[in-house]
């Protein structure tokens, strides 16, 4: 891997627009409903903003993955797994049905290391959202590439919880195809892990289809805004493991001593997936 080729990517930049619907609100609720915070009339739903100017490409520019091919504004990693590893979040101002929203984004970094499982490319994009009343949120998102799956190989299993943690709030969703489905649908997002049974086993080695990164996020920060009561959110989060649809899954928050509140999700078997703070 050419580490170098690759870090000149960074300070890459790109912009695009979207304008939030009453349709897209409307969709967006009835796919997570109950578990949203509240929110004032006129207001978008808190994370609402990764449905906004999802990359639209021609079927003849995907990869085999269904993303679109790497090399234009992300750097072309020549691992094919692609994974959302987590991130940074800061909340600022609503967002509201109607408004027409900006995203400036820019590579921040690209790194390299070997991981236990193999070689891993870390690319981080920072965004900025925003509205003609001014920046409404700022976000880190990091992207980890892998290596393909190796034939009968399975993922790490998540860590084992030394013991249970307490929570103060608490929701259960159930991670059937139809959510996956849905969320891929809102954000126009057509890698084949949320959807396809036979190549996310066959090909990427997972024991079923993958619940998104950004629906475990969405859920996490609405369950910290619910127990602070709208308070602004500055989160640092990441996954652990991955989260496979089919059974119900735990959202859980509690607050800490100083203040911040943690939330992570859990699957069935009581492992975490993802997990953040916010201060």
């Known amino acids: 891997m050419d580490i170098d080729h690759l870090k000149s990517w960074i300070g890459k930049t790109e912009e695009a627009s979207d304008l939030i619907t009453p349709r897209l609100v409307a969709s967006y609720e009835a796919t997570f409903a109950p578990h949203l915070a509240p929110y004032a009339p006129g207001e978008a739903p808190l994370a609402l903003h990764w449905c906004l100017a999802p990359p639209i490409s021609p079927m003849a520019a995907l990869g085999r993955d269904g993303h679109a091919a790497k090399g234009e504004f992300l750097p072309p990693v020549a691992l094919p797994r692609r994974m959302w590893a987590g991130g940074r979040i800061e909340t600022i101002a609503p967002l509201r049905t109607g408004d027409e929203v900006t995203r400036h984004s820019t590579i921040g970094d690209v790194s390299y290391k070997d991981g236990r499982s193999g070689p891993l490319c870390f690319v981080a994009v ?103 009561g709208g308070e602004p959110i500055r989160l640092d989060y990441r996954g652990l493991a991955p989260l496979i649809a089919g059974e119900a899954f735990q959202v859980k928050a509690k607050r800490l001593d100083d203040g911040a509140i943690a939330a992570w999700t859990e699957g069935a078997d009581g492992r975490v997936r993802m997990e953040g703070v916010s201060r």
Do not use: C, K
């Open 126 to 228: 920072d965004h900025e959202l925003v509205t003609e009343r001014g920046v409404a949120l700022r976000e880190r998102h990091n992207i980890v590439y892998r290596e393909a799956a190796r034939p009968g190989a399975e993922p790490p299993p998540a860590p084992v919880p030394a013991e249970p943690r307490p929570a103060d709030l608490s929701w259960a969703v159930e991670a059937d195809p139809v959510l996956l489905f849905r969320y891929s649908a809102i954000t126009f997002n057509g890698h084949r892990i949320h959807y396809d049974q036979p190549y996310v086993t066959g090909v990427e080695g997972y024991a079923g289809l993958v619940v998104h990164g950004p629906i475990q996020a969405t859920l996490i920060m609405n369950i910290i805004a619910t127990l602070s």
